[in-house]
């Protein structure tokens, strides 16, 4: 056998708003059975690339072919093919549970034969049966996600959407959450997730880093890694406030970030991570001997993006 | 089969807002009844004050003359002309009349004057009262110098001209058969519009919209989705409004129900259609309410639901034609009281299905065009 399309293939993608490049020439491509996480800061352009894809929004160039269709002239067909699951919760929150999941299922084609157990099974799945008869407004933020991924699934869509689908959700819940989307995956569902957390990121096949419109980095999560450099270097000090804006002026320090009372670095030519925790020393701050730290998801993110404000989740 | 899962949605969501099905059922109630008690312009109770400064067998028959007709109702005497001005201005009476001393002596000389003040803020009774008062004094000089020259044996010839006016189709010309028809009009269009306007509005403001144009339905499925059931209850309320009018206001109905019924709804769909564009010009459902009111105003005042279409300066006629209201209220106080048949009314018929067309086609094209 050969190998199987790619669900989504996206070349050249370009979207102006006016003399603003919302998405610029952006080429990625999805994998059959692949979960691909879409990272970048807000207004980085994902949310017109998603809408894009599922052909709502004209592309002012490039292609985009999703399921083996062209999006211009399939779109309808492809919206069918497709689950979306939006930032924000937009089922009827005057409509219960079932209500909805048989709502979504009808409009979506879903065979009335099939409808009923369908969402029975996907109620089950998603913990959903107890509210069912529930106004989905009066849902918590969590449930009210697993109701949106139960809507979009009824009809297995051989490709899912999900724009930062767990916001505001638990970290319980978020991994529910990803277990289900594992699942989907390993069933042959291609999921294209974009997210600002870094543990949901690391439960991706593939990633890419989008930013200002452009794409900056691409593949898989330890790629991503090696990315953001291995040489980080971690003390714990004492103070640790005044330490960091001591590191902060010392030259060759780069993207100095606390997290609690340890000070991560990295160091660049001409000092050493000792030599800077003896300076450390020196003006009078209490600290051990620096460790190397593996580099997460985040270091690399940050390093890509030459940000050091760290207000991520 | 899409459409169908549609139409359920809107059904639930209707029994979910119980408010709504209430005001869909009891503001038509409510505004025909209200109509047929405040919508009267017949005269009858005016409020009058006199002075009467002859104080003669005369003069109080004239007083007494005015006071027995049913138009009048005599406040009180006043004893001058200050008195008076303070009834106007307290809104006690809406008519003063003065009996000027002498009056007895110049109207055996068939010379008498009266002064009667009119409020003029209320110029639609009271202009119409002062020309009873006219007409009554004139009858009563009449009276006085035919019985003078009967006394001395003579009969009196005044020639005098008689109208006899024959008023068609509203015999009484009662106010409340010429307002009742148009009710239908008012309540289709304030409560259609608002409810097509607000369900799409409401839509896009919650998010429900981007997550429905997500799924393969199409923008045609959506709107039928949403207007059908609007139209169901539009078309339930002319029903209901016309058997109030006809059964409870004892209104006649003389033309033909299918032909009510036929422009019911192709007006529902001009009113649709003006809902749906209005949907496409708001934001949220707060836009679109404050431009359904905005557009309330002039559809009432060009339409001729009170003043007649004849009445507006000539460079507005035109205009009045572009709404639809103008041509339903022909339609309906036509098959109401005239019992006008399909081909008088063809005319308004066509404005009212070319007008439902084009608000229905451009209301469409922006519904499409701004679901990118």
Not at chain 1, 264 to 282: E, I, N, P, Y
Not at chain 2, 233 to 251: N, Q, T
């Given at each position: 056998m050969s190998e199987p399309a790619p669900a989504i293939v996206v070349?050249?993608?370009?979207?102006?708003?006016?003399?603003?490049?919302?998405?610029?020439?952006?080429?990625?491509?999805?994998?059959?059975?692949e979960v691909f996480g879409f990272l970048g800061p807000n207004g980085c352009g994902k949310s017109t690339t998603i809408r894009m894809i599922c052909g709502l929004l004209g592309p002012t160039s490039g292609s985009i072919e999703v399921a083996g269709l062209d999006v211009r002239t399939h779109a309808e067909q492809i919206r069918a093919r497709v689950g979306y699951v939006a930032q924000f919760f937009n089922l009827y929150r005057d409509l219960t549970v079932y209500e909805n999941l048989t709502f979504y299922g009808g409009v979506y084609g879903v065979p009335r034969a099939e409808l009923r157990s369908r969402v029975e099974h996907w109620c089950e799945r998603l913990d959903l049966s107890r509210y069912g008869r529930v106004l989905s407004g009066e849902l918590s933020t969590g449930v009210q996600r697993s109701l949106a991924l139960a809507a979009a699934v009824l009809h297995e869509p051989a490709v899912l959407l999900l724009d930062e689908p767990t916001s505001g959700v638990d970290p319980i819940a978020r991994r529910a959450f990803f277990d289900v989307i594992g699942e989907l995956a390993d069933g042959g569902t291609s999921i294209l997730v974009t997210t600002h957390v870094m543990d949901e990121a690391d439960r991706c096949g593939r990633l890419?880093?989008?930013?200002?419109?452009?794409?900056?980095?691409?593949?898989?999560?330890?790629?991503?890694r090696a990315m953001g450099g291995t040489d980080i270097w971690q003390v714990s000090a004492d103070p640790p406030s005044r330490a960091l804006t001591l590191a902060e002026q010392h030259p060759g320090v780069d993207a100095p970030a606390l997290f609690g009372t340890r000070l991560?670095?990295?160091?660049?030519?001409?000092?050493?991570?000792?030599?800077?925790?003896?300076?450390?020393?020196?003006q009078g701050v209490t600290c051990d001997e620096p460790r190397p730290v593996r580099a997460t998801i985040e270091h690399a993110f940050l390093q890509l993006l030459r940000r050091d404000d760290g207000d991520n989740e | 089969?899409?459409?169908?899962?549609?139409?359920?949605?809107?059904?639930?969501?209707?029994?979910?807002?119980?408010?709504?099905?209430?005001?869909?059922?009891?503001?038509?109630?409510?505004?025909?009844?209200?109509?047929?008690?405040?919508?009267?312009?017949?005269?009858?109770?005016?409020?009058?004050?006199?002075?009467?400064?002859?104080?003669?067998?005369?003069?109080?028959?004239?007083?007494?003359?005015?006071?027995?007709?049913?138009?009048?109702?005599?406040?009180?005497?006043?004893?001058?002309?200050?008195?008076?001005?303070?009834?106007?201005?307290?809104?006690?009476?809406?008519?003063?009349?003065?009996?000027?001393?002498?009056?007895?002596?110049?109207?055996?000389?068939?010379?008498?004057?009266?002064?009667?003040?009119?409020?003029?803020?209320?110029?639609?009774?009271?202009?119409?009262?002062?020309?009873?008062?006219?007409?009554?004094?004139?009858?009563?000089?009449?009276?006085?110098?035919?019985?003078?020259?009967?006394?001395?044996?003579?009969?009196?010839?005044?020639?005098?001209?008689?109208?006899?006016?024959?008023?068609?189709?509203?015999?009484?010309?009662?106010?409340?058969?010429?307002?009742?028809?148009?009710?239908?009009?008012?309540?289709?269009?304030?409560?259609?519009?608002?409810?097509?306007?607000?369900?799409?509005?409401?839509?896009?403001?919650?998010?429900?919209?981007?997550?429905?144009?997500?799924?393969?339905?199409r923008p045609a499925e959506i709107l039928l989705g949403k207007l059908v059931p609007v139209?169901?209850?539009?078309?339930?309320?002319?029903?209901?409004?016309?058997?109030?009018?006809?059964?409870?206001?004892?209104?006649?109905?003389?033309?033909?129900?299918?032909?009510?019924?036929?422009?019911?709804?192709?007006?529902?769909?001009?009113?649709?259609?003006?809902?749906?564009?209005?949907?496409?010009?708001?934001?949220?459902?707060?836009?679109?309410?404050?431009?359904?009111?905005?557009?309330?105003?002039?559809?009432?005042?060009?339409?001729?639901?009170?003043?007649p279409v004849w009445n507006l300066p000539a460079p507005l006629q035109p205009v009045s034609r572009l709404v639809p209201m103008t041509h339903f209220l022909e339609i309906t106080r036509g098959v109401f009281l005239r019992g006008s048949d399909a081909s008088a009314l063809a005319g308004h018929l066509a404005w009212m299905a070319g007008l439902a067309t084009a608000f229905f086609v451009v209301g469409a094209l922006r519904f499409h065009k701004r679901l990118d």
């Open positions: 070349r050249d993608l370009v979207k102006r708003f006016g003399a603003f490049a919302a998405v610029d020439h952006v080429s990625l491509s999805v994998a059959r059975g890419a880093l989008m930013d200002r419109g452009k794409l900056v980095a691409e593949g898989t999560p330890s790629e991503i991560q670095f990295r160091v660049s030519d001409g000092t050493t991570a000792v030599a800077v925790a003896q300076w450390l020393r020196d | 089969m899409r459409l169908r899962y549609l139409l359920v949605k809107e059904l639930l969501q209707m029994r979910r807002n119980p408010a709504m099905l209430r005001m869909a059922v009891f503001m038509p109630i409510m505004q025909t009844l209200l109509l047929s008690f405040a919508a009267n312009m017949d005269v009858t109770n005016v409020p009058l004050t006199i002075w009467d400064a002859d104080r003669s067998p005369q003069s109080r028959a004239l007083v007494q003359m005015v006071g027995s007709s049913n138009a009048f109702v005599l406040k009180g005497y006043r004893m001058s002309p200050e008195e008076l001005e303070h009834d106007l201005d307290s809104a006690r009476a809406s008519l003063c009349l003065v009996i000027p001393a002498g009056f007895a002596r110049d109207v055996e000389r068939g010379e008498a004057t009266l002064q009667v003040l009119v409020d003029g803020t209320e110029s639609t009774t009271t202009t119409v009262a002062a020309a009873y008062i006219a007409q009554m004094a004139g009858d009563f000089g009449a009276q006085v110098q035919r019985k003078l020259v009967a006394r001395r044996g003579l009969h009196l010839n005044l020639g005098q001209i008689t109208p006899v006016p024959r008023v068609l189709y509203n015999p009484d010309a009662r106010t409340l058969w010429f307002m009742a028809p148009a009710i239908m009009a008012l309540v289709l269009t304030t409560l259609m519009q608002n409810i097509t306007a607000l369900s799409i509005a409401r839509e896009r403001e919650l998010g429900t919209l981007e997550q429905l144009v997500m799924t393969p339905v139209g169901v209850i539009g078309l339930f309320d002319a029903g209901l409004v016309s058997v109030i009018v006809v059964h409870a206001l004892h209104v006649p109905f003389r033309g033909s129900v299918a032909l009510l019924a036929l422009a019911t709804i192709i007006f529902l769909f001009a009113v649709l259609g003006l809902g749906l564009l209005v949907s496409t010009v708001s934001h949220n459902q707060q836009q679109a309410q404050l431009t359904n009111f905005f557009l309330s105003y002039p559809s009432m005042l060009l339409s001729g639901f009170i003043f």
